[in-house]
């Protein structure tokens, strides 16, 4: 009887695990939302608070911040590689092509890492920070949240190359960003909806300027972008200087996480071409973006489970890595 009992208990377990957190092979350990509950109670309100203001100061820091997430989690997963900064035999990923003059937002992460040191010394990791700022990020911009699970390390090595070759650039084809999502576990439904981050944020001039004048390579602009509306973009991004203007990615709602994203792509008014080729490239993308548009209920429902797939990976847990004392260094 007491063996029945016990078999019983395990078999609930295995059932009701992934309602509450993600299991991990290999090493050993969980990652789920009650990871800081005893060891730092109070990390989540440290975060947020340390969060709101630095939105109230720069709202373009919510993108920023959000971004961060997703590139260091296509490199190595999601552990705080990004962070980094070079030092003896490592090369910090914040110099390859995606992150160089582009990626922002490093000095949140200090501050917010400096704070939880006080409050909590070496207990909170720097991805799992990450993760919780794009949540946050995404609902002060007015988005979706989501149970953030957590117990994440952070990584003592980088990778430069990795940064280089995983991230997918903005002027990417339809088939390559689908290739480099399904390298990292996501399908097509993850990246139509975590494409909807770019309802908010910028772009530098250099990174859409070829839709603007020279698309394929003989000297025509891309017939798939609204020539009214690159008559606008034009005079701040000309054929050559200003590379480092920006632009809104949604000139409708820049500062607002909502599902008008989808609407400029259905007017082709998707600045980059990473936007648009989702829509007119992929019959299946194509119809995501129509119901995107149509239904920001939708959307929002979708880009929550998709960041929470995100965040999932290949995360260091269990006694992989390491707790960071400075975020932009490895423990010595």
């Not at 914040?94 to 010394?121: M, Q, T, Y």
């Not at 990292?184 to 300027?209: E, K, N, Y």
Request: glycine share 6%; net charge positive; proline share 4%.
């Amino acid at each position: 009887m007491a063996q029945s009992v016990r078999f019983s208990s395990v078999v609930l377990v295995l059932v009701f695990a992934p309602l509450c957190c993600f299991s991990l092979d290999g090493e050993g350990g969980y990652l789920y939302p009650q990871f800081y509950d005893r060891s730092c109670p109070k990390a989540g309100e440290i975060i947020k608070s340390v969060l709101v203001q630095a939105y109230s100061k720069d709202p373009r820091i919510a993108a920023s911040l959000l971004r961060l997430h997703f590139h260091d989690c296509f490199v190595q997963g999601c552990d705080a590689s990004l962070l980094l900064d070079s030092s003896g035999t490592l090369l910090s990923e914040k110099r390859s092509n995606p992150n160089r003059n582009s990626a922002r937002g490093f000095e949140v992460i200090d501050e917010i890492k400096s704070a939880l040191e006080k409050a909590c010394p070496e207990t909170v990791s720097c991805a799992d920070i990450l993760a919780i700022v794009a949540r946050d990020s995404t609902v002060l911009a007015g988005g979706p949240s989501w149970e953030v699970l957590l117990g994440r390390r952070d990584s003592t090595s980088a990778s430069l190359s990795g940064s280089n070759n995983n991230i997918p650039a903005p002027n990417s084809t339809f088939q390559t960003l689908l290739t480099k999502f399904k390298r990292q576990g996501l399908d097509i439904v993850d990246l139509v909806a975590l494409s909807g981050s770019h309802t908010i944020g910028d772009s530098r001039c250099t990174s859409f300027r070829q839709r603007l004048y020279n698309q394929t390579g003989n000297g025509q602009p891309d017939y798939t972008l609204d020539q009214s509306f690159a008559a606008k973009l034009r005079p701040r991004c000309p054929r050559s200087g200003g590379d480092q203007n920006l632009f809104f990615l949604d000139y409708a709602t820049p500062f607002k996480f909502d599902n008008t994203y989808y609407k400029n792509i259905l007017a082709s008014r998707g600045l980059l071409n990473s936007d648009e080729v989702l829509f007119t490239r992929s019959e299946s993308s194509s119809e995501l973006v129509k119901k995107y548009a149509e239904n920001n209920g939708l959307f929002f429902d979708q880009f929550a489970k998709s960041m929470i797939k995100m965040g999932n990976i290949s995360p260091l847990t269990g006694t992989r890595g390491e707790i960071r004392k400075r975020c932009r260094k490895i423990n010595s």
